[in-house]
């Protein structure tokens, strides 16, 4: 029987001889797939303290330094009433930062995106998911952190080896919770929604069909991701019926003959 031999990561040595093995990919940052957010980096690590919404912590994204305070003016209330203010401190971001807001720029584009272009200042080539699975499924990744710390390879290498990132209906973690398991999730932009729900169609079309189209369940499930792509379904679909009828009269086509 032939081992299954997952991809993993692997750490680049800064050493003579060292070679990058074979069926290995690079995603340190002198690649595209780089990190933009640097550990114990003034300049490109900062984190705000506490967020704006009121959480732990945020990307700080202005020009500032560690341990700088700065004070958020929120907007005014409805009734002309002054904002609240909230204060920061800014600080280094940790390791585990770093790796999480790589994640979130992956699937939202936000806080700042991928786009590197470092010679320019500016960051102008944006990786997506697809991009992930695309080019680096099947891959070793390399990178220079060590094999003990968390890093941003590791979320390339559940991106592009793992089946389970996907498009969810919106209380399914509530009801993996009360199963006792656990999942992870995060709000995608809507770009990076949309294509997940078109690859979740496809998922659920061969659910329906591998089910010999007698899973009415599979037909909802179907239907709704249909909707969560285009919520005028409805409106198409009138006027679909309007210029070329629905099925109502079971009619089945077994011939066609075309003008010359």
């Known amino acids: 029987m032939t081992e299954l031999v997952l991809p993993s990561r692997i750490q680049r040595k800064r050493i003579r001889g060292w070679r990058k093995p074979d069926n290995a990919v690079i995603v340190d940052r002198t690649s595209k797939w780089g990190n933009p957010f640097v550990f114990n980096s003034p300049r490109e690590g900062l984190a705000r303290v506490p967020a704006i919404d009121g959480s732990a912590w ?32 800014v600080r280094l971001l940790t390791r585990a930062e770093c790796v999480e807001l790589y994640r979130l720029a992956l699937f939202t584009g936000e806080p700042r995106g991928l786009w590197h272009d470092r010679g320019l200042g500016g960051f102008t080539r944006r990786i997506t998911p697809d991009d992930v699975r695309r080019e680096l499924a099947g891959k070793d990744l390399v990178c220079f952190c060590a094999l003990n710390q968390v890093c941003h390879a590791d979320v390339l290498l559940e ?62 499930d179907l239907v709704e991701v249909a909707y969560a792509i285009c919520p005028d379904l409805d409106r198409y679909r009138e006027a679909k019926n309007q210029t070329a009828g629905a099925f109502a009269e079971r009619l089945v086509m077994v011939e066609r003959s075309r003008r010359a």
């Not at 958020?72 to 409805?78: K, S």
């Not at 969810?168 to 995060?186: K, L, M, Q, Y």
């Not at 294509?195 to 189209?213: I, N, P, T």
């Open 159 to 220: 991106v592009a080896n793992r089946k389970e990132v996907k498009a969810v209906r919106d209380r399914i973690p509530e009801i993996a919770a009360g199963n006792g398991d656990s999942v992870s999730v995060i709000v995608a932009s809507e770009p990076v929604f949309r294509d997940e729900l078109v690859r979740k169609l496809g998922e659920e079309l061969r659910e329906f069909l591998d089910s010999g189209a007698a899973d009415m369940t599979e037909l909802a």
């Open 58 to 89: 945020e990307y700080e994204g202005r020009i500032s330094e560690p341990g700088a305070d700065h004070a958020y003016h929120h907007p005014d209330g409805p009734n002309g009433e002054p904002g609240k203010i909230t204060g920061h401190r």
